[in-house]
């Protein structure tokens, strides 16, 4: 009979068989270090699945998850303003923003209250505020968000005229917008909070857009004109008032002058009377010369004639009489 031999392992393949374990441990090893630990940015959140169904929501920072997929994570920006363009597409943002000439009517076309069409340019601002519903509750956020702007929009600007939408109603348009996406974005669940919505341009269809300038110069020279009007009507109404509240003062001061005189004027009055009930003849006559005296005092070289006299023979002169130099005879 041959005599069997025993298998004896070669020493080469031994060596290799302890490479292949070593490069299986090595890989395993990265494998669980890669699906066990995540880093969370501060502007981050990330939502945590065990087997696809949610467990928690991570804040910043360093976390363990179990490996191997058994646990995943999703990764949301929560901190981040994000934005979406109506009716133009943004090429690059820097210093100088780029802005693609391609025109979307589909989204921008609309018509106002008073049945004129208009090309509106918009962009709303949002941030993640429920990560788990962002990431669980919607299957397209995008179309859903981007569908409601228009819509909300649409009805905003259908609600009023042209002149009011490309002027005074734009702020309160903005407003609403928010309060009313925030509304039906809370209703859906979507996880999300619209910080700010801007109307950006406003102008009519290209086919009418000169005869439409020129109407808007017109209500601009309008508002100017009343501006201006308003301006020259608050200078003019104060000074106006003003002088007339001068004018009132002095009549008032008038009023009182003269009452206090006819008072003064009466209490002499009185005073003379009382005099003239004692002594009629004497206060007669002092009352006559002080008359006299008030006529000619400003007069020069006036003579008294008695009128019983013929002749013209002066009797006294004034003028030598305040001198002092006696009555001419």
Known sequence: MAEIKPFKKKPGIVLKWSVVVIALAAVAAIVFLSTSFIIVD??????ITTFGRYSKTLGPGLHYKLPFGIQKAYVVKAQVIQTETFGFRTLKTGVVTQYSEKKYPEESTMLTGDLN???VEWIIQYRITDPKAWL???SDRQKTIRDTSQAV?????GDRAILGVIGRDRLAIQEAAVELMNSLFRDYGLGIEVTQVQLQNIVPPEGVQAAF???NKAIQDMNRLINEGKEAYNAEIPKV???ADQLLEIAQGYATERVNIARGDVARFNAVLDEYRK????TRKRLYYEMMEAIFKDQKNVDLVDKNLKNLIPIKNLDAALTGEGVQR
């Open 136 to 138: 669980f509750n919607v």
């Open 117 to 119: 069409i208009v090309d």
């Open 241 to 243: 008032k003003g002088q």
């Open 153 to 157: 929009l649409n009805m905003l600007i």
């Open 42 to 47: 501060q502007t981050e959140r990330a939502v």
């Open 279 to 282: 002594a009629p003849e004497i």
């Open 213 to 215: 300038e020129d109407v």
